[in-house]
């Protein structure tokens, strides 16, 4: 039996934490870079510990969480097109 402090308590979904730094002469995708994915309790936790905090990050710059329905370094799509009149 693994000792307590070895057994992860797994999260519903798995979730990706991305890095958003502005800058203006590229596309937005490629301001967009995967820190790290995660499953369990532990994992959030130790990324949390471990990460800046948000509030220090300097100007321009942001966290995102994403449920991670996609492979990693795949970036998530969270800006979809309006769509034209008469489209399905």
């Not at 934490?17 to 994992?43: C, M, P, Q, S, Y």
């Not at 969480?65 to 009149?85: A, G």
């Amino acid at each position: 039996m693994a000792p307590d402090s070895l057994i992860k308590h797994p999260l519903q979904n798995r979730w990706a934490l991305w890095f958003f730094k502005n800058d203006r002469n590229k596309e937005w995708t490629a301001n967009l870079k995967l820190i790290t994915a995660f499953d369990t309790v532990e994992d959030f936790w130790a990324l949390y510990n471990h990460v800046q905090k948000a509030s220090k990050l300097p100007s321009g710059c942001d966290y995102s969480l994403f449920k991670d329905k996609c492979h990693l370094n795949k970036q998530p799509l969270t800006r979809v097109p309006r769509l034209t009149p008469g489209a399905i």
